[in-house]
């Protein structure tokens, strides 16, 4: 499948993190998902209905991040897959790239992420 819808840069204020500090203080994260599902019907009839409002996935994904908190980024990325996965059952594939641009390490760098890759099970 080659089409997707693609959201980047979504920025939300969070307190997630290990040290007691990022619960306390908080961060700033950023977020980009990749989604894969069929566009072609959507195109085809300018169809609301056959794709994904990204505005609203958008919406899911800011509220996922600052209305729970995770010790890990990598749990935040699990929870934000599975409940797109609950949500939009077109979508197919996935990919969510967590930043966490102050992570509290003491070297001098500009990005700290994880990104993940999941695909929707069918039985």
């Known amino acids: ?9 979504l920025r939300f204020f969070g307190f997630h993190g290990v040290l007691p ?21 959507a195109g085809r009839n300018d169809d609301l209905t056959k794709t994904v409002h990204y ?3 958008a919406m899911l994904v800011e509220k996922i991040g600052t209305t729970h908190r995770y010790k890990l980024i990598e749990a935040l990325a699990e929870t ?4 797109i996965f609950e949500t939009y059952p077109p979508i ?4 969510v790239r967590i930043t966490k641009p102050e992570a509290p390490v003491q070297l001098a760098t ?3 992420a994880i990104e993940i890759e999941r695909s929707r099970t069918r039985d």
Do not use: K, W, Y
């Open 92 to 95: 197919e594939r996935l990919t």
């Open 1 to 9: 499948m080659t089409d997707r819808i693609l959201l980047s840069d």
């Open 55 to 57: 505005g609203e996935l």
């Open 110 to 112: 500009s990005v700290i």
């Open 21 to 41: 500090e990022e619960a306390v203080l908080g961060q700033r994260f950023r977020v980009d998902i990749t989604c894969e599902l069929d566009l072609a019907e």
């Open 80 to 83: 934000i897959a599975a409940t």
